[in-house]
């Protein structure tokens, strides 16, 4: 029983071991140290490898039938004939002043290859593909931590299979402060954070204090482990291990491609997968949750009463209205053309506004010339009580009465227009009783009680002066609010009443001499106002030429 323990613990090394990235000597020369001072760059000569010894060391299962297994398997097809001996794009150990760069390709090489065995005439449409397979990881620049591929002489490498994405991996962010620590311990210019892995590294310290002490000592370890390795071959892999830290923490203001949407995570709900850490230092049930994303319970399983509100709430949805997308889309463009002369941002306004240039046109215009118009208006409607002409609006706050009821009453000179149409047909209580509940919401507390009661008495209750038209399910619950009065004890009143309203009064309203007149006088004064400013000069003032155009 003792010695149990102990053998388990003399296993985990090799285990380690096996999960250690593989290494990628096999794209290198087996003499790549040797000195030869007349060549600038030479052809590696790779041994012989099948095409599809890549793809095998990949845990890629070709049952999975995900979109992003789908696009990883044509993009691993792509790579893996790249680097084919035959035809593929040559990989090079290229000397530089005092070492070498091992197992590197140009871009403008990758280039070149897609555009002949891809079929593409574009160089741009070539390097917007290459881009797009570098996004995801499967060869970077060693120079740059931005994954995007350029025409010209940048030095790319190749991935390595065991860093591919299709491997599904999730690395937990003790996995990247591991990695940051081992890279502050190697002492490299190659090897210096750049300024936001410095300020994840600090994150992190913080976030993982108290265990803080495990990771530096799994940091020591790999740094060991690394050193054991031949210097090239380390090499290597220290750029393959930062490019994949480059796909899952990218640099800021590049895109994250193993971000996935929220709404997709949710539909993915697989209680028995088990995330992969880099290292393998992560036991399945122990892995270390983001300091971000740390959950605050166990998820329980769900109860009969858990599905019996699932399932009223999907229910719910199937019920749910739904559009055409086109329709949508028509009326989103109608909505827009119609608001788009009231939006200052789209339309200039005209006369230009005083508060911004030096012309008092806008001034001049409101204080003589347009309100005699709204005035004459009024008068069809009442002889005795005419509205005022400095309520007088332009004629784009007329024009947009007609959009909605909704505009009319926002407007108080609409709705006062509109109050006076109502009692020329004698049924003004609809607005007035709509006007009051609008009242009592921003009215304070303490007077809500009796001005609610005092509505009560003048539109709803029996012999009311102004009794308005309620249906019997409206009423019910209006008076049953009312045995506890609040502000929105006349909820459902008031939405009948508007309904009421923009279904009858409102179309009559938009129908009537009176809108119409007042909407085609409007649009004749805007035709005067180029002949209204030029003319002005020669009638001596503005009130001599107003008089004349009234005569």
């Excluded at 509940?437 to 009796?450: D, G, S, T, Y």
Aim: glycine share 2%.
């Amino acid at each position: 029983m003792a010695e149990a323990p102990q053998q388990q613990h003399e296993q985990q090394p090799e285990q380690q071991e096996e999960e250690q990235p593989p290494t990628a000597v096999g794209l290198m020369e087996p003499d790549e140290t040797s000195e030869e001072p007349k060549e600038d760059v030479q052809t590696t000569t790779t041994p012989a490898q099948p095409l599809l010894s890549m793809r095998s060391m990949s845990s890629v299962d070709p049952n999975d039938d995900s979109p992003n297994m789908i696009v990883y398997r044509k993009i691993e097809d792509i790579v893996t004939c790249i680097q084919d001996e035959a035809e593929g794009v040559p990989i090079r150990t290229v000397k530089s002043f005092m070492t070498k760069i091992p197992s590197v390709v140009t871009g403008a090489d990758i280039v070149q290859w897609l555009m002949k065995n891809l079929s593409i005439e574009d160089p741009t449409e070539a390097m917007h593909i290459g881009s797009l397979i570098a996004a995801q990881g499967y060869f970077f620049p060693i120079s740059d931590h931005v994954l995007s591929l350029k025409d010209d002489g940048t030095f790319y490498r190749f991935q390595a299979p065991y860093f591919w994405p299709s491997n599904c991996w999730e690395p937990e962010n003790t996995d990247y402060a591991i990695y940051l620590c081992k890279r502050t311990m190697q002492n490299k210019t190659r090897l210096e954070l750049a300024d936001y892995e410095a300020e994840n590294l600090a994150r992190l310290q913080r976030a993982f204090a108290r265990k803080w002490e495990f990771i530096y000592m799994q940091a020591e370890a790999q740094v060991k482990i690394d050193r054991k390795k031949d210097k090239t071959e380390r090499k290597i892999l220290d750029s393959q291990e930062r490019a994949f830290w480059d796909v899952h923490r990218p640099v800021p203001g590049c895109v994250n491609t193993t971000e996935m949407d929220i709404r997709k995570c949710r539909r993915m709900k697989n209680p028995h997968r088990v995330k992969k850490s880099v290292y393998g230092l992560a036991e399945e049930g122990t892995q270390s949750q983001s300091p971000k994303h740390t959950p605050s319970h166990h998820c329980r399983k769900g109860t009969k009463e858990d599905v019996e509100k699932e399932i009223l709430f999907l229910n719910t949805q199937l019920d749910r209205h739904c559009m055409k997308m086109s329709k949508v889309a028509e009326s989103l463009i109608s909505y827009t053309e119609q608001y788009m002369e009231y939006d200052p941002f789209l339309t200039a306004l005209e006369p230009s506004n005083p508060w911004t240039s030096d012309d008092p046109s806008l001034w001049d215009l409101e204080t003589s010339s347009f309100r005699w118009m709204f005035y004459i208006a009024s008068l069809t409607l009442s002889q005795t009580s005419p509205i005022s002409p400095s309520k007088e609006p332009s004629q784009q706050r007329v024009k947009k009465w007609g959009f909605s009821l909704e505009e009319a009453l926002k407007d108080p000179a609409g709705q006062e227009l509109f109050l006076k149409f109502l009692e020329s047909e004698f049924s003004s209580e609809n607005l007035r009783f709509w006007l009051a509940v609008q009242a009592l919401k921003r009215m304070p507390q303490q007077e809500v009680a009796q001005r609610a009661q005092d509505i009560w008495t003048e539109f709803l209750s029996e012999g009311a002066p102004s009794s308005i038209n309620l249906d019997s399910h409206s009423y019910e619950r209006t008076s049953q609010n009312l045995k506890d009065p609040g502000r929105y004890s006349y909820e459902d009143a008031q939405d009948h009443i508007y309904k009421l309203m923009k279904s009858d009064s409102y179309t009559r309203f938009l129908r009537s001499n009176v809108y119409q007149d007042l909407l085609m006088a409007r649009k004749k004064v805007c035709v005067c106002v180029c002949v209204f400013l030029c003319s002005t000069s020669s009638h001596g003032s503005i009130s001599g030429y107003i008089q004349n155009l009234t005569v």
